[in-house]
């Protein structure tokens, strides 16, 4: 089993749609979890962090964590052809590390 | 703005010439890390140091090795590159948060994209 798992997609939603991007992990003592950006020939860029359990929301990007269940997930709203890109799931491993997924590319349709 | 820059953006090398490549940050993180990164693939971690701790992964080939003469600057080696290295290496940087409770996020500078001739 990956320790980070995500759908590698395409995952394709029209403007303006909710976009939900999931990640599940292996780890139960992982405590930090981590939703990258990256567009094609660029370096990872943070969206969002989140550690309790529960929703956190940014603007038009939600996080939500559940623990028991060992998963992660991130939702756009409004989504816009600009979001189109590979979302990053990582989450804290042992001794500074982080473990990504292979990412999952969203295509937002205009 | 406190950043991680690497240098150069781009990188063109001779099959077996050794290249070096630069990672410099102004965050104070006392943790850097290296990652390679290939097309439509998660970023491989290679190695990270915690302040002058060296952590090298154990499938990190022997060809790279990754030096840090001071808290701001670490740089990645590789002494004989193939074709087989030609990636995206991406430098982070990260510390814990003061009050506990995990890692803070990496940040990311913008990679060097090494090209193998």
């Known amino acids: 089993q990956k320790e980070v798992e995500q759908n590698s997609g395409p995952l394709s939603v029209p403007e303006g749609a909710i976009a939900s991007l999931n990640c599940t992990y292996s780890?139960?003592?992982?405590?930090?979890f981590f939703w990258y950006r990256q567009y094609s020939g660029k370096s990872p860029e943070l969206i969002m962090f989140?550690?309790?359990?529960g929703d956190k929301e940014d603007g038009r990007f939600t996080a939500q964590l559940n623990k028991a269940s060992q998963y992660v997930s991130l939702l756009i709203r409004d989504s816009q052809p600009s979001d189109s890109a590979t979302y990053l799931c990582?989450?804290?491993?042992?001794?500074?590390?982080?473990?990504f997924g292979t990412g999952t590319r969203l295509k937002v349709l205009a | 703005d406190a950043m991680v820059i690497q240098n150069p953006r781009y990188q063109v090398t001779q099959f077996g010439k050794p290249v070096t490549l630069s990672c410099s940050q102004t965050?104070?993180?006392?943790?850097m890390y290296w990652y390679q990164q290939k097309s439509s693939q998660a970023p491989k971690l290679l190695f990270h140091?915690?302040?002058?701790?060296?952590?090298n992964e154990a499938d990190t080939p022997d060809n790279f090795q990754s030096r840090r003469p001071n808290t701001s600057f670490c740089f990645l080696d590789i002494r004989s590159p193939g074709l087989g290295d030609a990636a995206m290496y991406l430098c982070?940087?990260?510390?814990?948060?003061?009050?506990?409770?995990?890692?803070?996020?990496?940040?990311f500078g913008d990679g060097t994209r090494l090209s193998i001739l």
């Open positions: 965050l104070n993180h006392n943790v």
């Open positions: 780890d139960r003592g992982s405590q930090s």
């Open positions: 990582a989450v804290e491993g042992r001794t500074y590390k982080y473990i």
């Open positions: 140091y915690y302040d002058k701790d060296f952590n």
């Open positions: 982070a940087t990260s510390t814990r948060w003061a009050t506990g409770g995990g890692n803070q996020p990496q940040h």
């Open positions: 989140i550690y309790s359990n």
